[in-house]
């Protein structure tokens, strides 16, 4: 489910619309950030995408001397950030939603930062390698007094120090401020005998990676729970799914429906016909429901309490693993139990 439309979105902007149905038709099964987060790991489409796209950002920064990188910015223009959206191409797309999801908060201004090592490869104004943004952004006054805007570092950097070539000698009062300001922010900058490179600073070992960025960005979009997740690695998947559903009170059960609108005849439990079908009910108090805990205290040999609510359940539930009870009875039984037994044991008792 996670991969779904990897080859489109590794290109091209998903449309909101339809992103928005694939989220909802995904949501009905599962949805969520990480386990911690109260969710099933299993990520937004809209991240996906974003994260995606993205990964052109660092090709582009990383190789530009790639050809593909030549043709780009014989196109468009040889600033990445920049492009003109007005032609709706591919291109101006892609750029548009990097830069939009910096300016929506879901990643950091210097996601993408450069170390600086002689300075040739970055560019003074618009590359972020002083603090966390751009001096274009932060300086947006002096830049415009600069003559040469395109320099790179290496450029204004001569014989250890600055050399500043303003359009006018006497800055004027609030530039001169702007001014010392720079000149503190930047004299911190030592050049050094090492080629520039480029980090992501989300990673921890600063080289880009889809999965890094989208963890991060649907750790800001998705919703989170404070419950996190339990996640039982010895149970088939499709039962923590079911338990993740039945803990939220999303099961498809006659009062869930009846409370969502849903037009049902009757919100009666069909297996009893006594009591009404909500998770209480159905699992821990209806008749068949009692009979089935007293076949699995026998089957577990287990000093088990009798439940009237999941969250008496659960609250026993993990007392007992904490105490390994249930877990010990359980494998004792997988142990001495082949799955043959285990149907045998379904179909003539339960
Ligand atoms: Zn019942």
Not at 4 to 9: H, K, P, V
Not at 14 to 23: A, I
Not at 101 to 124: C, H, I, M, Q, Y
Request: glycine share 6%.
């Amino acid at each position: 489910m996670g991969s779904l439309g990897i080859y489109f979105m590794s290109l091209f902007k998903c449309p909101e619309t339809v992103t928005k149905k694939l989220e909802a038709i995904r949501a009905r099964f599962f949805w969520g950030a990480s386990y911690e987060k109260g969710g099933l790991n299993v990520g937004s489409l809209q991240a996906f995408n974003i994260a995606l796209l993205q990964k052109w950002r660092w090709r582009y920064l990383v190789h530009p001397g790639d050809l593909w990188v030549s043709v780009i910015q014989a196109i468009h223009g040889n600033r990445f950030d920049k492009v003109n959206v007005s032609s709706h191409s591919t291109w101006s797309t892609l750029v548009t939603t990097c830069n939009d999801s910096v300016s929506n908060g879901f990643l950091p201004n210097d996601a993408f930062f450069t170390k600086v090592g002689n300075g040739s490869s970055v560019r003074f104004w618009f590359d972020t390698w002083c603090g966390n943004s751009s001096l274009f952004t932060r300086f947006n006054r002096l830049f415009h007094l600069d003559l040469n805007q395109q320099d790179t570092i290496a450029n204004k950097w001569c014989n250890g120090e600055w050399v500043w070539t303003w359009s006018r000698s006497n800055l004027g009062g609030r530039n001169s401020v702007l001014f010392e300001e720079l000149k503190s922010l930047v004299s911190q900058f030592h050049a050094v005998d090492r080629d520039d490179y480029w980090t992501f600073s989300i990673s921890s070992d600063g080289l880009f990676s889809v999965k890094v960025a989208r963890d991060y960005i649907d750790h800001i979009m998705l919703p989170s729970s404070s419950v996190a997740t339990i996640w039982f690695k010895f149970i088939p998947r499709k039962v923590n799914i079911f338990l993740w559903r039945l803990s939220r009170d999303a099961l498809p059960l006659h009062w869930n429906l009846s409370a969502k609108g849903i037009d049902i005849s009757s919100i009666v439990c069909p297996v009893c016909n006594n009591g009404i079908e909500n998770v209480d009910h159905l699992f821990f108090s209806c008749s068949v429901a009692k009979e089935i805990w007293i076949k699995i205290r026998v089957w577990l040999n287990c000093n088990m309490p009798s439940f009237g609510s999941w969250e008496s359940f659960l609250s026993w539930i993990e007392g007992s693993f904490s105490n390994n009870v249930v877990l010990f009875a359980v494998k004792k039984k997988m142990n001495n139990t082949t799955s043959k037994d285990t149907r045998a044991v379904y179909k003539s008792d339960v």
